[in-house]
């Protein structure tokens, strides 16, 4: 389970994970965790590959999209989501398989997609634990408008429906198939000073 430290100090706080494992950085689309990955990482968006930072390896979905931006556009737009979904799990799956841990940020949190990431992380000899940056909807759309890419109001109903069933069951200490799940409110994440790996310091 992810173990939460504060700084000495500050107000901040440090999540540690153990040392194999998948962090998958999930809530709904516009809900700031691209932004949060910039901000740990050290990202500017332009990226159309992994980042290694460290022992760590960080996996946005935007970066398999910045990859394949302009290569596909004869095939129609739920081939080109398809490709995209694909890339980002073969890089996380060769990730994993490299022996480092993994941020990865995934905006799907259906059954299925966690399934899915689950059995890729207890393939490659990680657990897979879920970083969960809770906003309110009407907070979400913001951030999509803020961004300049806004889902489809069908496909945000069908995420926003998917992620308050997913946060009841983690609130009611059901994280499975996750190994373990981690709530942040927008203004928690704010505080997050860092992700890390390994054997956590004495608080």
Not at 153 to 176: I, K, M, N, Y
Request: glycine share 10%.
């Amino acid at each position: 389970m992810a173990i939460v430290v504060p700084i000495a100090g500050k107000t901040a706080e440090t999540l540690w994970y153990p040392a194999a494992s998948l962090v998958m950085l999930t809530g709904l689309p516009g809900a700031g965790k691209s932004t949060l990955l910039r901000r740990l990482y050290g990202l500017d968006g332009a990226e159309v590959a992994p980042v290694v930072a460290g022992t760590v390896v960080v996996i946005d979905s935007a970066q398999s999209r910045a990859h394949w931006a302009g290569r596909l556009r004869w095939a129609p737009a739920r081939a080109r989501t398809g490709v995209v979904f694909v890339t980002h799990l073969w890089r996380i799956r060769g990730a994993l398989r490299g022996g480092r841990p993994v941020v990865a940020h995934n905006r799907g949190c259906g059954p299925i997609v966690l399934r899915v990431m689950a059995c890729l992380a207890r393939r490659n000899g990680a657990g897979l634990h879920l970083l969960m940056l809770d906003a309110h909807p009407e907070a979400a759309l913001v951030g999509q408008y803020a961004r300049g890419r806004v889902v489809a109001p069908a496909t945000f109903q069908r995420h926003s429906r998917r992620w308050t069933s997913l946060v009841a069951e983690v609130r009611a200490g059901r994280t499975a198939p996750a190994a373990s799940a981690h709530l942040l409110e927008r203004a928690t994440a704010d505080r997050l000073d860092g992700i890390c790996f390994g054997e956590a310091p004495a608080a």
